[in-house]
């Protein structure tokens, strides 16, 4: 097998599975791609019978159907692109047809997705919101990527959060998804995240007195940078994330390091190197949740405990032992328990 399959389905099979894509239809691809340079035309393939499932499903007025395939589609298309920067014609091709397909699904899922643009600096910043139904100005969670992940990688979570009354946002930010083609991750990440408050903080549907920001792996490390600075952050969520991402390149497999190029830029060693929470964490004081996998040796748990011992306000750290990073192999654990964490922090009681 290609060594860079073998790399993809070590690292990354529990992480793919936890996200709209099926056993079967995984096993089904993992068997068709024998080669590399054959996952992202396979993949992006396999996105089009979604789509075409979503057509045949609206054709009939069955929304919630169609909803649910483009959802699936725009999925498969961000696994289509991931990890595969190599050839920029199929990655930019590959998320191009994500957004579009997202676009299809917004109005078709229950409750609706509003897609949503927000400036910062000289890039558009891609987003979308949903609010649950029947909620009236419920609190607002805004939820990041890592380096390597996007926006649409947030949606079961969020899943999670409004149906417990809550308002989700998830934004790509420089480095992450088709942002990244003009700009890659940057150490301030903060001030990204304040523009998209600032983009929410004066709609009339939305508490943003009550306000949760977040991420996983480095969204939740620019998460507690911004609520260092920016005291409108009532709640923040770190999931799998570093006190510091510094010394990681190194140790990287081959087929993640040239995926560091496209996130990171020219020189990921020393991006990584300038992201810290050193003498940042302590000027936080909104309650912070941390979780964190004890499988998870990208990101271990010891990072949690340094971040808890500097962090200004209160902190849970829960670490699940059979948790890989992100938790993606027990998603059906964490998840909820952030959801839950967040409803209860937010609104005082519980969900």
């Known amino acids: 097998m290609d060594d860079r399959l073998e790399t993809m389905y070590e690292r ?6 936890s996200n709209y894509v099926s056993p079967w239809e995984f096993e089904q691809l993992r068997q068709e791609i024998t080669d590399y340079e ?7 393939a396999q996105a089009r019978s979604h789509i075409e499932r979503g057509d045949t499903a609206l054709a009939s007025g069955r929304r919630l159907t169609a909803g649910d395939a483009y959802l699936r589609a725009g999925l498969f298309y961000h696994w289509a692109s991931f990890m595969f920067s190599h050839d920029q ?20 899922l229950d ?16 987003g979308y919101l949903r ?10 969670v805004i939820m990041f990527p890592g380096g390597d992940s996007v926006k649409e990688e947030l949606y079961n979570l969020g899943d999670y959060i409004v149906a417990r009354g809550l308002a989700f946002a998830a934004f790509d930010g420089p480095g992450q998804g088709l942002v990244s083609v003009d700009a890659p991750l940057r150490p301030d990440y903060e001030h990204v995240i304040q523009a998209v408050i600032d983009s929410l903080a004066g709609r009339d549907d939305l508490d943003t007195s009550r306000l949760a920001v977040g991420g996983i792996s480095y969204g939740g490390l620019f998460a507690i940078r911004t609520a260092a600075i920016d005291d409108r952050v009532g ?12 010394g990681r390149f190194e140790h990287m497999p ?47 748990p010891e990072h949690g405990q340094r971040i808890a011992a500097e962090y200004g306000g209160p902190v849970t750290n829960v670490v699940f032992d059979d948790g890989v990073h992100i938790l993606n ?4 654990k964490a998840r909820p328990l952030v959801a839950d964490w967040l409803a209860e922090t937010l609104t005082g009681t519980a969900s």
């Not at 409750?111 to 891609?126: Q, R």
């Not at 496209?262 to 020189?267: C, T």
Request: with cysteine; aromatic share 10%.
């Open 12 to 17: 990354f099979t529990w992480r793919i599975l």
């Open 38 to 44: 054959q996952w992202c035309g396979a993949w992006s």
């Open 89 to 108: 014609d199929q990655y930019q091709a590959a998320l191009k047809a994500m957004a579009a397909v997202w676009q299809q699904a917004a109005p078709l």
């Open 111 to 126: 409750p609706p997705m509003s897609i949503l643009e927000v400036p910062f600096e000289n890039l558009t910043l891609p």
């Open 131 to 140: 609010i649950p139904a029947g909620v009236t100005r419920p609190p607002l």
């Open 235 to 246: 709640a923040v969520v770190s999931i799998s994330s570093w006190y510091t991402p510094a």
């Open 254 to 300: 081959p087929l993640l390091k040239t995926g560091q190029y496209q996130h990171l830029g020219p020189e990921p060693a020393a991006m990584m190197e300038s992201i810290t929470l050193a003498g940042v964490a302590g000027q936080a004081t909104a309650p912070l949740l941390q979780v964190y996998g004890g499988l998870d040796t990208g990101s271990p």
């Open 329 to 332: 192999n027990i998603y059906y």
